[in-house]
């Protein structure tokens, strides 16, 4: 193939560009040219008769070209493009002040938000918010908190059991089925005075319905000190629950067992509905059963490596899950991890 020919094409091309005033041309001759089957193309096939040495100043020759060929249909391209739009500006009637397609904005999941209030609420209350592993040992999960491997209150917790060589020291690597690990691991980095809660997912190995799902969110608390009594869990419950329903919320303890606190609590509020006087919602009893709550087992304060004889403090967990469902009036724990955007849509 005679490089002529191919120094031709370039003045040929740019001098038909040149002419050209419509796109549908312009891009016609840009097939002609560069297209699969354009001429250029069809001239770097030829390559492979050329010898050795004309090869490479051939092929360096012809990649030139048609950088500046591509240029070229690019700058007209535009050009044509700008004349298009002036010329249909000047026939056609378009208001600049009329507003745009208004964007789609995404949704903050319920969850979220509701999670966002807690924290800030016991935050300017004195609270560190802290996080951990969502899979754990079997010391953290269980050990630690005052439940070896013989205690009944394992049967109540379907473990998600991970197929995965385990420390010794530490057992078998489970999904943590509540967040009070991350307590045990708090008070070994930090000892003690100590004030936090711990917001995460939990996962356990139970049959779904409206009520129940295997992955759910929770928080714990956790306040450690000297001279600490219910009196000072029993105050700031209710101004969580007071802060958060934005109307007063009076809270009660009633006896119950939790393995890592003792005494332990089960710990109810004021039916909002009905103000206390009785309804379906609260089984006419005028009280929403809400947490479980304590002061917290001396054994699981060593296994945090603080003193019991020093140090005394209580916790509490409760299902934030079920805070949405009550907050929203949601009538299926399954619909929070859907993903069904007419769900979302709503909050």
């Not at 740019?14 to 419509?22: Q, T, V």
């Not at 089957?37 to 090869?55: A, V």
């Not at 000297?226 to 919320?249: P, Y």
């Amino acid at each position: 193939m005679p490089a002529s020919t191919l120094q031709s094409l370039l003045p040929e091309t740019l001098a038909k560009i040149e002419k050209i005033s419509d796109l549908k041309t312009l891009e016609n001759l840009e097939v002609e040219v560069l297209g699969r089957k354009g001429k250029l193309t069809d001239m770097l096939r030829g390559i492979k008769d050329l010898s050795d040495d004309k090869k490479k100043t051939f092929g360096q020759e012809a990649n030139k070209i048609k950088l500046e060929l591509e240029s070229a249909f690019a700058q007209k391209r535009d050009k044509l493009e700008k004349k298009a739009l002036s010329e249909k500006l000047k026939t056609e009637i378009f208001d600049i002040t009329e507003p745009g397609i208004k964007p789609e904005v995404g949704h903050v999941h319920p969850l979220s938000k509701v999670q966002w209030e807690v924290e800030n609420i016991f935050s300017q209350m004195g609270f560190a918010i802290m996080d951990g592993p969502e899979i754990e040992s079997e010391y953290f999960n269980f050990e630690g908190l005052n439940i070896p491997a013989h205690h009944p209150a394992r049967d109540m917790q379907d473990t998600f059991f991970i197929d995965k060589e385990h420390d010794p020291k530490f057992g078998k690597l489970v999904l943590r089925t509540h967040t009070s690990p991350v307590q045990v691991r708090t008070m070994q980095k930090y000892g003690a005075p100590l004030r936090i809660i711990v917001p995460g997912r939990v996962f356990r190995y139970e049959a779904t319905d409206a009520s129940h799902d295997t992955t759910f969110d929770q928080v714990e608390g956790l306040l450690i000190d000297k001279n600490i009594s219910l009196a000072h869990l029993k105050g700031v419950l209710e101004e969580l629950l007071t802060r958060l329903f934005r109307q007063k919320v009076v809270v009660r303890f009633r006896p119950g067992y939790f393995p890592f606190v003792e005494p332990g609590l089960e710990v109810d509020f004021s039916c909002l509905l009905c103000e206390g006087k009785g309804c379906r919602v609260c089984k006419h009893s005028g009280w929403m059963e809400f947490m479980g709550a304590g002061m917290v087992h001396e054994n699981v304060l060593k296994s945090g490596g603080i003193d019991p004889k020093e140090y005394q403090g209580w916790a509490f967990g409760f299902g934030l899950t079920r805070l949405v469902l009550m907050r929203y009036g949601i009538d299926d724990i399954r619909l929070l991890k859907s993903s069904d955007p007419r769900f979302l849509e709503q909050f």
